[in-house]
């Protein structure tokens, strides 16, 4: 790491692209997340729409994660998930439901009374 930041980059990724994550690091998650024209919440449900949109699977867990602890409740993850399905295609709404699920085991952020999947707007089965 080039800074003080905290490291957010994956271990694995840093073994192979050090500058990479050094980026991830010092830039995206240091600066760009920092900035105060929007706050970390409206960019927590940017970045969760888009990688429903373009179907960016493999980083969608930590930020939805990352959404709940910027205050977004399971509910306006799930209704902005439902309004991407016209606008990014019914296969591509659905293909969070098994990150939502992964994520509702821990919600104890803010607007969530039982932590439960049905928290999500999701069904289980």
């Known amino acids: 790491m080039t800074g ?9 990724v ?7 994550t050094d980026l991830t690091d010092d ?34 867990t930590g930020h939805l994660r990352r959404a709940l602890d910027n205050g977004l409740t399971p509910g ?5 998930i439902t309004h991407l399905a016209f606008y990014a295609g019914w296969p591509a709404a659905h293909q969070p439901r ?4 992964a994520v509702s085991v821990p919600l104890r ?3 969530t009374e039982s932590g439960s999947v049905a928290d999500l707007g999701v069904s289980v089965g």
Request: net charge neutral.
């Open 27 to 60: 830039v995206l998650f240091a600066d760009v997340w920092d900035r105060p024209d929007l706050s970390p919440r409206d960019r927590s449900l940017i970045t969760v729409a888009a990688l429903v949109a373009l179907g960016r699977d493999a980083r969608l």
């Open 98 to 101: 098994p990150f939502m699920i």
């Open 4 to 12: 003080t930041n905290p490291r957010v980059a994956p271990d694995l």
């Open 76 to 80: 306006e993850l799930a209704e902005a």
């Open 14 to 20: 840093r073994q192979h692209a050090l500058k990479l």
């Open 109 to 111: 952020g803010p607007g």
